[in-house]
């Protein structure tokens, strides 16, 4: 069935350093989103992102649609940043969302 | 503000029980949608619905039942409650849009015992 690998699994970085998050798909897809899971666990969209590459603020998202890729980058890092980044890929099919297992991000200061 | 309301935060069932998830949303999304969150699966889709009286099966339906009796309220039903079914559930409204908005609650944890 269609999968979502994503990586790494956990990371953790001092505050200031840069993160790179992967996600690699395994079918044919309409777009790749990226969210945002909080310490207490609330959601929070960040990218809607079908191709191409898009940035805000100090969070970049590039998906390559042909190498079936979508990377986060997030410069900069803060300590706010950490929780849980999970990307979800969107089905042609049925518009529904396949989720990968998510990176646990922790900054230090 | 627009936003998925989930009703109760947390609760304990006892096996065998009724259980009863509540969402209410004011998005005015078409879609809505329940999944389980799980350690080391991320999320996972129980049941979904287009609108008003539709509900359709996801991934992973079984033992569970869903209503949509409005645009605004979906709910998900645990008939009999078991062990396995403890875990983090999330509801959430969406639209296809040109960004595909999606909003989730807060989440409600549901430990059966």
């Known amino acids: 069935g269609q999968q979502v690998q994503q990586s790494p699994a956990s990371l953790v970085l001092q505050e200031g350093e840069n993160a790179e998050l992967q996600c690699n798909f395994s079918?044919?897809?309409?777009?790749m989103q990226w969210f945002y899971q909080r310490p207490e666990g609330s959601l929070v969209s960040l990218f809607y992102?079908?191709?191409?590459?898009k940035q805000s603020g100090r969070l970049t998202s590039t998906t390559v649609i042909k190498e079936r890729r979508s990377s986060l980058h997030i410069s900069s890092s803060q300590i706010t940043d950490s929780g849980t980044y999970l990307c979800?890929?969107?089905?042609?099919?049925?518009?529904?969302?396949?989720w990968g297992s998510g990176t646990k991000l922790i900054i230090k200061p | 503000e627009a936003a998925v309301t989930q009703s109760p935060r947390n609760k304990v069932a006892v096996t065998g029980g009724k259980v009863t998830l509540s969402c209410n949303q004011t998005?005015?999304?078409?879609?809505m949608y329940w999944y389980r969150q799980d350690t080391g699966h991320g999320l996972r889709l129980i049941h979904y619905?287009?609108?008003?009286?539709?509900?359709e099966k996801g991934d992973i339906p079984d033992g569970y039942k869903a209503s949509r009796p409005s645009q605004e309220n979906f709910s998900l039903i645990l008939e009999l409650a078991t062990p396995s079914q403890t875990s983090v559930y999330f509801c959430?409204?969406?639209?296809?849009?040109?960004?595909?908005?999606?909003?989730f609650g807060s989440g409600t944890r549901l430990l059966v015992i």
């Open positions: 998005n005015n999304h078409n879609n």
């Open positions: 959430a409204s969406g639209e296809r849009t040109a960004n595909s908005d999606y909003t």
């Open positions: 079918t044919s897809l309409n777009s």
């Open positions: 619905s287009y609108g008003a009286g539709s509900t």
């Open positions: 979800a890929m969107e089905l042609w099919s049925n518009y529904q969302l396949i």
């Open positions: 992102n079908p191709s191409g590459t």
